[in-house]
């Protein structure tokens, strides 16, 4: 615009051709003779501006939705040129992720080293909903505690610990996810207190506490979806029927199946006994599929231990020609 006023006084002042004042500013007629036209959009740019005070959250696609509805034939293109030109644009916040280092997984060897805590959610008849604080011994695989509640708030989560430290003793280490109550300033500065080590699972991780995950699918299949919830004092009873039967009466597959307190008093028992007895080579593993070791299973390669003695009878039966008399 400068420019043109430039050329417009040379114009005037100095009685020159409008060419030669061109010429001397270095400007194309074109450009100095080009006239704005008026804005064809203003009636449409200012219902997008009315529309938009009204909806501050609509995107421009809802916006042309709407401003079609109301008789615009527009496409929904030259909204979006207004849209950006207006500065209309809705700001969307990214939502903040805690980024967390895998917790290292401890080798376990006895009870209440890491116990293992999560929550699961529920409904009763009335349609009020239920939650519950599982805790499992991840060595174990016991079951000490299921609360049960409508809510359930840090300072809850805490004495329901203690009533369980009170019990059984105190863990090493406790590990959850990251949901707001195990993140809480209370149930951190708790766990300082106590001397417990609090691990955070990485968000997005569930199975990185497998053991809890694990016990909520039970939980679920076995007890929340067969059972009917009539009322809060009804969930507690069923529920802790069903921990009791979990602890005491309930196989568990990966402890041979034993139940969780067969397991727990096994390890419990002295060592003298194993003591007594002299140690065994370590019998090394390879994982064949082929023949007869089995579907898929590991079996065990010579390593020079000595064979027990049902198979080494077997072995000098097969050697003498058995026990049908054949040699």
Not at 299 to 310: E, I, V, W, Y
Request: glycine content about 8%; hydrophobic content about 30%.
């Amino acid at each position: 615009m400068s420019a043109r006023r430039d050329v417009t006084f040379a114009v005037t002042e100095y009685r020159i051709s409008e060419r030669q004042a061109c010429r001397l500013l270095e400007m194309d007629r074109t450009s100095y003779r080009y006239d704005t036209r008026p804005d064809r959009n203003a009636g449409l740019r200012q219902a997008l501006l009315d529309l938009a005070r009204q909806k501050p959250r609509y995107g421009y696609r809802r916006l042309w939705a709407v401003l079609t509805r109301q008789g615009w034939t527009v496409n929904v293109k030259r909204v979006y040129r207004l849209y950006r030109e207006e500065g209309l644009m809705v700001r969307r916040l990214k939502r903040k992720r805690v980024v967390r280092v895998a917790p290292v997984n401890a080798h376990l060897t006895g009870a209440n080293q890491e116990w293992a805590l999560d929550f699961v959610c529920d409904a009763m008849a009335t349609g009020r909903g239920l939650r519950m604080l599982t805790v499992v011994d991840s060595f174990t695989r016991e079951c000490p505690a299921i609360e049960v509640n409508t809510g359930l708030s840090g300072q809850r989560i805490t004495r329901v610990l203690e009533q369980m430290i009170a019990e059984r003793g105190r863990p090493q280490a406790l590990r959850c996810d990251n949901g707001p109550e195990f993140t809480s300033r209370h149930f951190i500065g708790w766990c300082e207190e106590q001397r417990i080590s609090l691990l955070h699972i990485q968000p997005g991780r569930p199975m990185q506490n497998g053991y809890v995950e694990s016990f909520n699918g039970r939980l679920r299949d076995e007890c929340l979806n067969a059972s009917w919830f009539h009322n809060l004092n009804d969930a507690k009873r069923k529920i802790e029927q069903w921990r009791q039967e979990y602890n005491r009466e309930r196989p568990h597959s990966s402890l041979g199946y034993r139940t969780p307190e067969e397991f727990a008093r096994t390890c419990s028992e002295p060592t003298s006994r194993m003591a007594a007895t002299p140690p065994q080579p370590p019998v090394e593993c390879s994982g064949s599929h082929d023949g007869a070791r089995g579907q898929g299973f590991a079996t065990p390669r010579n390593t020079g231990a000595p064979l027990p003695a049902a198979r080494r009878r077997a072995g000098e039966g097969i050697a003498t020609g058995g026990s049908g008399g054949m040699a």
